[in-house]
């Protein structure tokens, strides 16, 4: 049973960083599709950035493209995410998924089939 376990939200002052880490479990597959997605209250959830464990290839959302940077280490079976420049709107519950093939649509929760439990991020002004 594959299994995702996140760890590393908190709480930051605007312009601060945090580091989120993704650690999976339990999949034989040497290729996946890796994904940070954010969700606040009364919202979709969106997608933040996407990393292909295969290739490398990466996608970030607008509004996080050059402050946040998505990476992996295979050897580890882990997913960052660098998160820099923090601001208000950053905060959310921030969770990984998982997804065999990557969907053309990296942004969409609907692509992705295995989730993690949720990390809280909190940037405060």
């Known amino acids: 049973q594959v299994q995702l376990v996140e760890s590393g939200g908190g709480s930051v002052q605007t312009g601060g960083s945090l580091r989120l880490s993704c650690t999976a479990s339990?999949?034989?597959?040497?290729?996946?599709?890796m994904a940070w997605f954010r969700q606040t209250p009364g919202k979709e959830r969106e997608g933040v950035a996407r990393?292909?464990?295969?290739?490398?290839?990466?996608y970030y959302a607008d509004g996080v493209k050059g402050r946040f940077t998505i990476s992996q280490d295979n050897a580890k079976n882990t997913v960052y995410l660098q998160m820099n420049s923090l601001k208000p709107e950053d905060t959310a519950m921030y969770y990984c998924?998982?997804?065999?093939?990557?969907?053309?649509?990296?942004?969409?929760?609907?692509?992705?089939?295995?989730w993690g439990q949720g990390t809280q991020v909190t940037v405060s002004s």
């Open positions: 990393i292909a464990s295969s290739s490398g290839l990466t």
């Open positions: 339990g999949y034989t597959r040497s290729s996946v599709c």
């Open positions: 998924a998982a997804a065999v093939f990557c969907p053309i649509t990296w942004y969409s929760r609907n692509g992705y089939s295995i």
